[in-house]
């Protein structure tokens, strides 16, 4: 595998994730603006780009956010620019990539150049993105060799994943509003999964709990630790002695090791501070992985000139 | 052969609405409407062309042998059907982004929804055609990176070689690994107007465009499924199979399973997309300039695992950025020290480094004499006649009727630079004047030939349309073999004769008919019959036959809609697109003379 090319995919992976997460924040947010007559919009909006890490140039209002982090194409964080950014990664490695996940990947890209976000409801906008990155997901899963292209992709979207958990938890931990730890399980696409294996235990702790430790659902943070270790293992060497070389292995690791094993008492202690730090991992661990894969990729340049 | 004079009466054929509402469309000349004709008044501008579907009006303007069918089958299909069908085959490749790159801007490439075809004789002798032309420039290239026998027996003058700006000195006494330096080549074919194909220019450096043939393919199949049923049509998906071979066989020596890549300028190239393709096809690693290193005159590619290498570059990255030690020192594209590691021959460097000199136009006008003089044959396909403007007495003649032929540049691709006489406005004529009296070796003239035509639909209805053709040839040292096929490139302007993708060409699906006498393996195979639930209950189930026996109708028209969706689905390429380097061109035939 080419390092240039593992590093398309990765990226492939923390795209097709960061369009999916942010269309499910976006339409729990706004669904609860309608829906919550106490909710301090104003402020709620606030809170929302401040976890999306995006600075309001103007007045925050429900346009503004939809401008930035769904319609703005500039805006690094919007949904537009990470489709854009998954094309352009699957386009660079599109003799890797299988044919049925371009096509999936082009004609998302293509129908959102279209206008296709502007011209529909924002909710059925917000369903679309969803429906289009599970049929990437699932197309890849189905129609690509699970091999470390794969582990590649597998990587950059728990990477992601776990960050954008991460930043939700945080909101929801910094809000003040009664039904901050629900729009957060919504968020997640969590609440389903939350209410049947909970019932009617529906306290702060305990939605929490949920999102930072649950084994089985797919995008609590613990479990999606585990796979983002599961894939990094996957891409040593078989053989090996001692403890990982890999420095993001590491970093991944010994955070589960602080969420899992952290002495038992208030787990909404810190918590906003804890997810920070936590945010600052996945930095570091993406540095890592470019630093052990994907230097290779960086141009070697020829300064002597014609002989 | 020339109806001159006369308006065509034929002309109401390529209307597709007229098609359809008459009853006897084995006879275009009936379904003429005053008002169709009014629409093709003009249409006598390109009378001299040779239209490649419908003889001459002067003929009755019956249709050839092997368009009877395309010609009834689209004919039969209601306007509306057959404007739906062309729509999906706009949209299908902007979905499967098979595209090509103009200044930054990805365009899907227009593909045309009536095929071209071509006959299994005159095919075959193109195809000779094709494999000669490719020896003599073997022969050729050998001959002035080495001993240069050609200068010694006056065959050609040295100095038409050395002041070629692709002769590269670099490579002199490098003989390349199985003494093979055109893997592929593109030879550009137009029609002239008594239908006999010639020989417009040679590409072998790095011709493009053959992702197309296979991507057409496809898409035709798809949109005409009916059409492609009454026909044996030579099939183009093995071309990768063919070119992953040769590139093998052309390994350094000592090397028993050799890696294979394809290295690509990068994204932004305009065959960005034919170059993903034929990676994808090959199971070969794309590679750029920058994955590629070298160490001790061995080449490697850098892998998430370290340091790999690789034994033979099938580069689609022009000469002058390839190896920044050698050619340009500021170049991104290339890798430091390529050159001197195919001399070292570790490395083989497909197509090898120097052909330009081959695809120069004044060399062009020596080739007849190469193939005579080097193979001892006459050339199956001839040359068009060109003027050499370095020649005193040609660019004399030349000079003066300026406005009668059109002049290039020797060293121009993708019709860039090219000024048609008839076309070109006054102060246009002045500059390339200027410019040939100042550098008379950079150009050459030719006649207007007039291109041949063939139905395209534009808006909606048919009209005729030049187009030209450039098949592929791949050389594995042991033979040259050629793609049945090729890119045919329309130019989709009403009267126009430049076909390149960068200046409005679009492309036709291209089918070489197979001969008669063709063994099945050699055309596009029939659906298989598939299994149906019936047999496996009767052979499985002795009891449950009566079951069988009742369901049997039933079966049957199962199994003849999954015939009919294998049949659709059959083509199994997929995307990319290319650059069209090379020049299509030119008018008006039997203006000017031979030189």
């Known amino acids: 595998m080419l390092s240039r090319i593992a590093e398309s995919l990765y990226w492939i992976g923390r795209y097709l994730e960061r369009a999916e997460d942010t269309a499910r924040l976006l339409d729990v947010q706004l669904h609860l603006a309608v829906e919550d007559p106490v909710v301090d919009e104003l402020a ?130 910094a809000s003040s509003s009664p039904t901050s730890w629900s729009t957060a399980l919504r968020a997640c696409g969590a609440h389903h999964a939350f209410v049947r294996s909970h019932h009617d ?107 | 052969m020339h109806a001159t004079g006369t308006p065509r009466r034929d002309a109401a054929a390529y209307r597709l609405g007229s098609v359809a509402r008459g009853k006897h469309v084995g006879n275009a000349a009936r379904l003429a409407s005053p008002l169709v004709s009014a629409v093709f008044g003009r249409y006598a501008a390109r009378e001299r062309a040779f239209d490649e579907m419908f003889e001459d009006a002067a003929a009755g303007g019956d249709v050839r042998a092997g368009y009877t069918s395309v010609y009834k089958r689209i004919g039969s299909l209601s306007p509306d059907e057959v404007r739906a069908r062309a729509d999906f085959l706009s949209r299908i490749y902007v979905e499967q982004g098979v595209t090509f790159d103009i200044g930054g801007e990805e365009r899907p490439f227009p593909l045309d929804i009536v095929p071209r075809i071509v006959d299994s004789a005159t095919w075959s002798s193109v195809e000779l ?57 593109g030879i550009d074919l137009v029609r002239d107007s008594e239908g006999q194909f010639r020989v417009l220019e040679d590409n072998v450096r790095i011709p493009s465009g053959v992702s197309y043939v296979m991507t057409n393919r496809r898409a035709l199949t798809s949109a005409l499924p009916e059409v492609f049923a009454d026909h044996r049509i030579r099939p183009v998906r093995s071309y990768p199979q063919h070119l992953l071979a040769a590139l093998r066989a052309c390994a350094p020596s000592g090397v028993s399973d050799p890696t294979v890549v394809v290295m690509t300028p990068g994204v932004f190239n305009s065959a960005y997309f034919e170059h993903a393709l034929l990676a994808r096809m090959m199971g070969c690693r794309l590679v750029e300039g920058r994955d590629l290193v070298c160490q001790a005159g061995r080449v490697m590619v850098r892998t998430v695992m370290g340091l790999r290498p690789v034994h033979v570059i099938y580069r689609r990255v022009d000469d002058e950025f390839l190896d920044p030690v050698h050619f340009r020192g500021d170049s991104l594209l290339g890798c430091a020290g390529l050159v001197n590691a195919a001399r070292a021959g570790n490395v083989t460097i497909a ?205 049957q028209v199962e199994q003849q809609q999954q015939q009919q969706q294998q049949q659709e689905q059959h083509a199994d390429e997929r995307s990319a697109a290319g650059r069209h380097t090379g020049v299509g061109l030119a008018t008006a035939a039997g203006k000017a003379g031979a030189c």
């Open chain 2, 351 to 555: 197509n090898a480094v120097g052909n330009g000199v081959a695809d120069d136009k004044l060399v062009y006008t020596y080739v007849p004499d190469l193939i005579r003089y080097y193979l001892a044959e006459e050339p199956v396909l001839p040359n068009v006649d060109t003027w050499r403007m370095a020649d005193r007495a040609h660019r004399e003649e030349v000079l003066d009727r300026l406005d009668e032929v059109v002049v290039k540049p020797v060293d121009g691709s993708g019709g860039k630079g090219i000024v048609i006489g008839p076309a070109a406005t006054r102060a246009e004529l002045d500059l390339v004047r200027a410019k040939i009296v100042e550098h008379p070796r950079g150009w050459i003239a030719q006649p207007v030939v007039q291109l041949s035509t063939v139905p395209t639909m534009i808006g909606g209805s048919m009209v005729a349309r030049h187009v030209d053709l450039r098949p592929f040839a791949v050389n594995g040292g042991d033979g040259v073999w050629v793609l049945p096929g090729g890119l045919t490139r329309v130019a989709l302007g009403e009267g126009k004769l430049i076909v390149n993708s960068s200046q409005g060409g679009g492309s036709k699906d291209t089918w070489v008919l197979a001969d008669p006498a063709t063994t099945s393996a050699d055309v596009e195979p029939p659906p298989a019959p598939r299994p149906t639930p019936v047999d496996s209950l009767a052979t499985v189930h002795p009891r449950a036959r009566s079951i069988a026996v009742q369901h049997s109708e039933h079966a």
């Open chain 2, 129 to 185: 055609g094709l494999a000669q032309r490719v020896r003599a420039l073997e022969r050729f290239l050998d001959d002035i990176y080495g001993p240069g026998d050609c200068f010694t027996d006056g065959v050609i003058p040295r100095p038409v070689v050395t002041s070629s700006p692709h002769f590269c000195r670099v490579v002199a006494g490098l003989t390349p690994p199985g003494g093979v330096r055109i893997h592929v080549a």
């Open chain 1, 44 to 173: 709620a909006g606030r809170l929302l780009l401040g976890v999306m890490g995006v600075e309001p140039t103007g007045p925050v209002t429900d346009a503004s956010i939809m401008q930035l982090l769904c319609h703005d194409p500039q805006s690094p964080s919007s949904i537009v620019a990470a489709i854009t950014g998954a094309r352009e990664s699957a386009r660079r490695s599109r003799e890797t990539v299988s044919t049925d996940m371009w096509e999936g990947i082009n004609t998302t890209w293509y129908a959102v150049q279209q206008g296709e976000l502007a011209r529909v409801r924002p909710a059925t906008a917000f369903r679309w993105v969803r429906e289009r990155c599970a049929i990437i997901t699932a197309t890849a899963d189905g129609t690509m060799s699970h091999d470390q292209g794969w582990s590649f992709l597998v990587l950059g979207r728990s990477v992601e994943r776990i960050d954008m958990t991460a930043r939700l938890v945080a909101a929801a931990a």
């Open chain 1, 201 to 307: 235990q529906d306290s702060h702790r305990e939605a929490a709990e949920f999102l930072l430790l649950d084994r089985p659902f797919p995008r609590s943070i613990v479990h999606t630790l585990d796979t983002a270790i599961e894939a990094l293992e996957s891409l040593e060497p078989p053989e090996r002695r001692a403890a990982t070389e890999n420095e993001a292995t590491r970093l991944l690791g010994r955070a589960r090791a602080e969420l899992e094993y952290r002495m038992s008492g208030d787990i909404l202690m810190d918590l906003p501070e804890r997810m920070s730090d936590l945010q600052a991992t996945c930095g570091l661990a993406n540095v890592a992985i470019s630093h052990r894969f994907f230097e290779g990729a960086v141009a070697a340049e020829w300064h002597g000139g014609a002989l």
